[in-house]
């Protein structure tokens, strides 16, 4: 079954990308891009409990988030535009803690990134708009939400900004890698 995707490591120990075998003729394209099999045998065997669904034009920065308690996987793909996904390890006993790993996801790619429990996830759009889906191995749940600081230069993220990024007031105030809570 694993032909009907390839597996393609990343930087980061655990993170890696998935490229769907895509079928296209004259109507257009199909191509799973979910199936709980495929998924198992790339790897992810966790049980995803939610979707998001996200909506944002150029520039906005989104990020970087993680759960402490009820910590989040990610499946990360794009439909419609393109994104810089980064995830950063915050395992503390990881020989890759505090590096960071970039991808580029779009509608045209259909790439999908997994992020497993242990990173801090965020994004910059990339395109005019972007439309992003992910599922979620857990519930979102706020009062458990930190940020980290997209900007740290500690994490050393090479960011495709073209002027100011668009940044949320939650975001702006994320801390420093040295100040996070991480996961032990």
């Known amino acids: 079954m694993m032909d009907a995707i390839t597996k393609i490591q990343t930087s980061l120990p655990d993170v890696f990308v998935l490229e769907p075998r895509v079928f296209k003729d004259e109507r257009g394209f199909f191509f799973e891009s979910y ?19 996200s909506s944002s034009s150029r520039n ?3 990020g970087l ?6 910590p989040q996987g990610k499946l990360v793909r ?3 535009g ?5 995830a950063v390890d915050l395992r503390r006993q990881s020989p890759a803690f505090g590096r960071s790993a970039a991808v580029r996801l779009s509608g045209e790619n ?14 910059q759009v990339l395109s005019g708009k972007a439309q992003v889906l992910y599922k979620a191995t857990d519930f979102y749940a706020p009062e458990f939400e930190r940020t980290l600081a997209w900007n740290d ?3 050393q993220i090479e960011w495709q900004i073209d ?15 040295r100040d996070a809570e991480i996961f032990d």
């Open 60 to 62: 906005v920065l989104r």
């Open 163 to 177: 002027g100011q990024p668009i940044v949320s007031a939650k975001d702006q105030r994320g801390v420093a890698l």
């Open 78 to 80: 794009v439909v419609e």
């Open 153 to 155: 230069p500690q994490l």
């Open 65 to 70: 988030h993680y759960q402490v308690k009820h």
């Open 35 to 53: 199936n709980q099999r495929i998924m198992a045998e790339a790897g992810i065997a966790e049980t995803f409990v939610q979707d998001n669904h």
């Open 82 to 86: 393109e994104i810089l996904d980064v």
């Open 110 to 123: 259909k790439r999908m990134l997994w992020i497993p429990i242990g990173f801090a996830h965020g994004f």
